[in-house]
């Protein structure tokens, strides 16, 4: 009697309606919580199946896949995924409509020519993985891992993903079409000839937004690409500021750890100098640039907020002239005058003898409004 599945001639599994692929499993595994404890007999017979599938047939589609069963190489003493049968190499696969019981994993593959669409499974890994030319269509999942992968013409659309990592991944030729990432991870990953059109996500990482800055502004999106440099430079700022903390604490962690750890005295005081080093080195990066960031931040929020600059620009003119006028009544137009960047000082005497506070309203004044005019037009295109 052969499976129920359309196209599928395999026989039924046991007394079930269903191939040994496409059977649920329910009854392979007993559950405590969250933990699975699999028939390791079951397992092993569909993973030997599986490899004898393939062999002679690269349609993997709606099978329903148990937890990985490992292996241990005779040559090397490593433990294997069995999934990494087949010569280290997945090749014109397709686990359309496939569900994963368990995350699967595929490390050190070179997967091409394969198909993932509408995959059933709450967590994806690929390590040190090649992807060619492989499409990933339809899926909502929860966990996403490229980690160290190269990936190439291959296409991402319809994915909603709460946390998708490509980290140190080299990207190529790949599009990510109508996704959306609650969290989006392109740590020391380049993207080349990338397109992310419709892709939306609600963090990431300083590597992501420059990576979509970038593709933006090849685009030519000036306003998605403005936002997406804001958001950079907002993490930007707030790694200026944590980097010293989190290397005082290292040289803290040294110091207190020296008694207990394996370190020689030469190899210890080489320690400890490279982090009193990064400790200055970021000490420095603070003082220099950190000002700068908190500036800008605060004026327009890198160009994203044209109101800031004119509310500052309203404070500190009040300011100023309240102290400069010596009558306590509010006369509007002497504050027009003292406003107008074109007015000279020495226009009028009333400014002479308070020379420094004008010199200071009219360098706040053209620093507000330089920021104001970037602001508008940053709204219309990117000014770089």
Same mark, same amino acid.
């Given at each position: 009697m052969? #499976? &129920?599945?359309? %196209? $599928? *001639?395999?026989?039924v599994?046991?007394? /079930?309606?269903?191939c040994?692929?496409? !059977? ?7 559950s405590?919580?969250?933990?699975k ?21 690269k ?23 069995a ?5 280290l190499t ?10 994963f ?27 040190? #993985? &090649?992807?060619? %030319? $492989? *499409?990933?269509?339809g899926?909502?999942? /929860? ?5 160290? !992968?190269?990936?190439e ?12 990592t ?35 996500l ?43 903390y989190?290397?005082f604490?290292?040289v ?18 080489l ?7 990064t ?12 000002p700068?960031?908190?500036?800008n ?6 160009g ?76 219309t295109?990117?000014?770089?």
């Amino acid at each position: 009697m052969t #499976c &129920k599945t359309k %196209n $599928c *001639n395999y026989e039924v599994f046991k007394k /079930d309606e269903f191939c040994i692929f496409h !059977c649920e499993k329910n009854s392979w595994y007993t559950s405590k919580g969250k933990i699975k404890n699999w028939n390791s007999h079951l397992v092993t017979t569909f993973w030997k199946k599986f490899q004898e599938h393939l062999e002679i047939n690269k349609n993997c589609n709606s099978f329903i896949f148990p937890e990985d069963q490992y292996y241990v190489e005779e040559s090397s003493g490593d433990f294997t995924s069995a999934i990494q049968w087949n010569n280290l190499t997945l090749e014109d696969i397709s686990f359309d409509k496939s569900k994963f019981l368990v995350t699967p994993s595929f490390v050190g593959l070179t997967i091409k020519n394969c198909s993932f669409r509408n995959c059933n499974t709450e967590s994806m890994l690929f390590m040190s #993985c &090649k992807l060619d %030319n $492989c *499409n990933f269509q339809g899926i909502q999942i /929860d966990n996403v891992s490229m980690d160290g !992968c190269h990936i190439e013409n291959c296409n991402l659309q319809w994915i909603s993903s709460k946390e998708f990592t490509m980290f140190a991944s080299k990207i190529e030729n790949t599009n990510f079409t109508n996704s959306y990432f609650y969290f989006l991870d392109l740590s020391d990953s380049s993207a080349k000839n990338c397109s992310f059109q419709n892709t939306k996500l609600s963090s990431g990482t300083r590597d992501t937004y420059r990576i979509l800055k970038h593709y933006h502004d090849e685009v030519k999106n000036d306003i998605q690409a403005s936002q997406f440099y804001a958001k950079e430079m907002q993490i930007y700022c707030k790694d200026i500021f944590m980097s010293p903390y989190y290397s005082f604490k290292s040289v803290i962690n040294t110091f207190a750890n020296r008694f207990k750890s394996t370190y020689t005295k030469d190899k210890y005081l080489l320690r400890i100098k490279k982090d009193i080093q990064t400790l200055l080195g970021d000490l420095n990066k603070l003082f220099a640039e950190g000002p700068i960031l908190i500036f800008n931040l605060l004026i327009s929020n890198y160009g994203q907020n044209w109101f800031m600059p004119l509310f500052w620009f309203t404070v500190s003119s009040t300011v100023i002239f309240d102290h400069i006028m010596p009558t306590t009544a509010f006369d509007i137009n002497q504050f027009a005058m003292f406003i107008n960047p074109f007015l000279n000082s020495t226009d009028t005497a009333l400014y002479k003898t308070h020379y420094a506070l004008w010199l200071i309203h009219k360098v706040l004044a053209t620093i507000f409004l330089y920021h104001f005019v970037m602001a508008v037009k940053q709204k219309t295109r990117r000014i770089n």
